[in-house]
């Protein structure tokens, strides 16, 4: 069926490094969401992507949508310990498809 | 507040006893799921209801039922549960599922079965 791709499974970063995760398609996407799980809580929506070469920022958070509607990347600048959590993209065509996620950890 | 309630929280069971976890939204959205998440492979989908009386298989569908009596209710039941359906489980709804709709989740109902 219809997956992405979502690399890396895992990263472990010191405190101030910057990290990115990234989700790859073999299909052009309509849209793709970013959701964060922070440890025992739940998903909780970050931003949606919806245009070709799309990028949004949220604070220390760049998202990009890739040209080709098939790729994108969350990239945090600088990470707190407050980041930690997994990253998860996912998009929407006639149900939700989830990326396996990123779990990252950061080290203060 | 705008919610998904999930319950029961936690959970500790045994095999072959039949149990409901019940998920309700007050956001009045049509589009309801259920997903499990165990380590390494992500959030995976169970099943999931587009409206009142929809419902349908998702990714792995096996030895779970569904119903959907009321838009705002979607109970996840086990007939008859087994260890390997040991796991943290999610709840999520939609406003439908148009390609802009984002899903809001419960606060997860984590399973155990021995």
């Known amino acids: 069926g219809q997956q992405v791709m979502q690399i890396p499974q895992y990263q472990h970063v010191q405190e101030g490094e910057d990290f990115t995760t990234y989700c790859n398609s073999s299909t052009t996407l309509s849209n793709i969401q970013w959701y964060k799980q922070r440890p025992g809580g739940h998903p909780v929506f970050l931003i949606q992507?919806?245009?070709?070469?799309e990028v949004k920022k949220q604070k220390r958070l760049t998202f990009q949508f890739g040209e080709a509607k098939k790729n994108s990347s969350l990239h945090i600048t600088a990470t707190q310990t407050t980041d930690v959590g997994t990253y998860f993209c996912t998009y929407n065509f006639n149900k939700f498809y989830f990326g396996s996620g990123t779990k990252l950890n950061v080290k203060p | 507040e705008a919610q998904v309630t999930q319950n029961p929280r936690y959970l500790i069971t045994v095999t072959g006893k039949k149990l409901t976890v019940t998920c309700s939204q007050n956001m009045n959205h049509e589009y309801m799921s259920w997903y499990r998440q165990d380590p390494g492979l992500g959030l995976r989908q169970i099943y999931y209801s587009m409206n009142v009386e929809v419902t349908d298989k998702g990714d792995v569908p096996e030895g779970y039922k569904v119903s959907r009596k009321e838009k705002r209710n979607f109970p996840l039941i086990l007939e008859s549960p087994s260890p390997n359906q040991t796991s943290l489980y999610f709840c999520?709804?939609?406003?439908?599922?148009?390609?802009?709709?984002?899903?809001?989740f419960g606060p997860g109902t984590r399973l155990t079965v021995l």
């Open positions: 992507l919806v245009k070709s070469g």
């Open positions: 999520a709804s939609s406003p439908r599922l148009t390609s802009t709709d984002t899903q809001y």
